[in-house]
């Protein structure tokens, strides 16, 4: 569980006053903890959002490890915007990963806010953990091309299973009142 930190920070902008973003993350936070005030300042507040469970999956290590791999690990967090009119918060987290590849899908949405935020020592020690127990190297094969003849010439002769006595490509044969 991981606990989301986001700051809503007053902004100078014509139609909006304020922007949300997550800047943080509580490694093994209490669960059940919504909207807590962590500080707040003039142009700054701070909350404790939410509590999101961060899945790891032993199919997924090769994500994990090119995270590793960067030099700065990362834990990515999203919000996303509210339902208007329940709720006076205008975002909500919706997820935490430290997949790469999986915040390379979400991105494609845009219907997210999606931060990258330092993965802390505490869970970038037991991602290490997890990736030395679970992953395994797997050597990349190249798949083979089927032997199939490419220099048939078939122009014309339409779909097989429909029986034609002539051209398909030929012009259509018009009738003519009489």
Do not use: C
């Amino acid at each position: 569980m991981v606990g989301i930190i986001v700051q809503k920070r007053r902004i100078n902008h014509r139609w909006q006053e304020w922007a949300w973003e997550p800047v943080g993350v509580l490694p093994w936070a209490d669960n059940g903890v919504r909207w807590r005030l962590l500080t707040e300042e003039p142009d700054r507040i701070q909350y404790h959002a939410a509590t999101l469970p961060m899945h790891v999956y032993r199919s997924d290590t090769e994500a994990y490890v090119a995270n590793l791999e960067t030099g700065a690990p990362a834990i990515y967090v999203g919000l996303r915007e509210g339902e208007p009119g329940t709720d006076e918060w205008d975002f909500e987290p919706s997820f935490v990963t430290v997949s790469p590849y999986e915040v390379q899908d979400r991105l494609d949405s845009a219907e997210e806010i999606i931060e990258r935020l330092i993965l802390p020592p505490v869970l970038l020690e037991w991602l290490e953990t997890f990736v030395a127990t679970h992953h395994h190297d797997t050597e990349f094969v190249k798949r083979r091309r089927d032997r199939v003849d490419v220099d048939l010439n078939e122009d014309g002769k339409g779909d097989p299973r429909i029986r034609q006595t002539a051209d398909v490509f030929r012009a259509p044969t018009v009738r003519r009142p009489r």
